[in-house]
C-alpha cells in the first residue's frame, strides 16, 4: 500500500526566504504525486502534480517539486514566499490504476512571517 | 478549471436528526467521487468511494449505514449523515475526477451537531 510522510508539521519562513516543504512516499508501483493547498475553512486546490513525465513539476503560484525516485522524495519548494502562501499544505500520492484513491500525509502548516 | 462545489457551506443539525451534503461537477462529469473526513489540525480520512450508478465503496471502520452515499448521476453524488451526533461533528470534503490523475476538491461543509 502507498503511503506519504511529510516532515514536519510546522515550517515558519520569513516574506521573500526560500520555501521548502518536504514530502517522501512509499510505493510499490510508480506512483502519481501531488501537491494541494488548504486555506482555512476551505477545501484543497491543486498546486501540482506528477504523473511519471519530466520530474520537476512547476505549478501554481511560483511553486514547483521534484520527483525523484532514488530518495523516494516529492519536495515542494518556492523562491520567495508571500504572505499570502500561509496555508495548510498537503502531499498525496495515488496509484495510476484502480480508483486512484488519493492517500495524504499529515499536512504541513506554512507561516510566514514579515 | 474544474469546478466542484459542495452545499451547504456549513450547517448545524439537533442530535439525532439527518443531515444531506451535496457535492456537483459543475464543468465536467465525475466518474468518480470521493467524501472525506477532516478532524481539526488533520489530514483528510476517506470514507468512501463512489462511482455512478453503483454503490459506493467504503473504507474499512465507515459505518455504511450512517453515512449514506448516493451517486445518482455523473455531476451529483450526496452524503447523509443520519442520526446525527456530537461526535459526527466535523469538515467533510467531497472530491470529484474523470478519467485523469487529479481530484478536484469542493469547498468543504463544516457540520455541527448540537
Known amino acids: 500500500a502507498q503511503s506519504v510522510t511529510q516532515l514536519g508539521s510546522h515550517v515558519s519562513v520569513s516574506e521573500g526566504a526560500l520555501v521548502l516543504l518536504r514530502c517522501n512516499y512509499s510505493s510499490s508501483v510508480p506512483p502519481y504525486l501531488f501537491w494541494y493547498v488548504q486555506y482555512p475553512n476551505q477545501g484543497l486546490q491543486l498546486l501540482l502534480k506528477y504523473t511519471s513525465a519530466a520530474t520537476l513539476v512547476k505549478g501554481i503560484n511560483g511553486f514547483e517539486a521534484e520527483f525523484k525516485k532514488s530518495e523516494t522524495s516529492f519536495h515542494l519548494t518556492k523562491p520567495s514566499a508571500h504572505m499570502s502562501d500561509a496555508a495548510e499544505y498537503f502531499c498525496a500520492v495515488s496509484l495510476n490504476t484502480g480508483f486512484q484513491k488519493l492517500v495524504f500525509g499529515t499536512g504541513t502548516r506554512l507561516l510566514v512571517s514579515p | 478549471g474544474a469546478v466542484v462545489s459542495q452545499h451547504p457551506s456549513w450547517v448545524i443539525c439537533k442530535s439525532g436528526t439527518s443531515v444531506k451534503i451535496e457535492c456537483r461537477s459543475l464543468d465536467f462529469q465525475a466518474t468518480t467521487m470521493f467524501w472525506y473526513r477532516q478532524f481539526p489540525k488533520q489530514s483528510l480520512m476517506l470514507m468512501a468511494t463512489s462511482n455512478e450508478g453503483s454503490k459506493a465503496t467504503y473504507e474499512q471502520g465507515v459505518e455504511k449505514d450512517k453515512f449514506l452515499i448516493n451517486h445518482a448521476s455523473l455531476t451529483l453524488s450526496t452524503l447523509t449523515v443520519t442520526s446525527a451526533h456530537p461526535e459526527d461533528s466535523s469538515f467533510y470534503i467531497c472530491?470529484?475526477?474523470?478519467?485523469?490523475?487529479?481530484?478536484?476538491f469542493g469547498q468543504g461543509t463544516r457540520l455541527t451537531v448540537v
Open positions: 472530491s470529484a475526477r474523470q478519467g485523469i490523475p487529479e481530484a478536484f
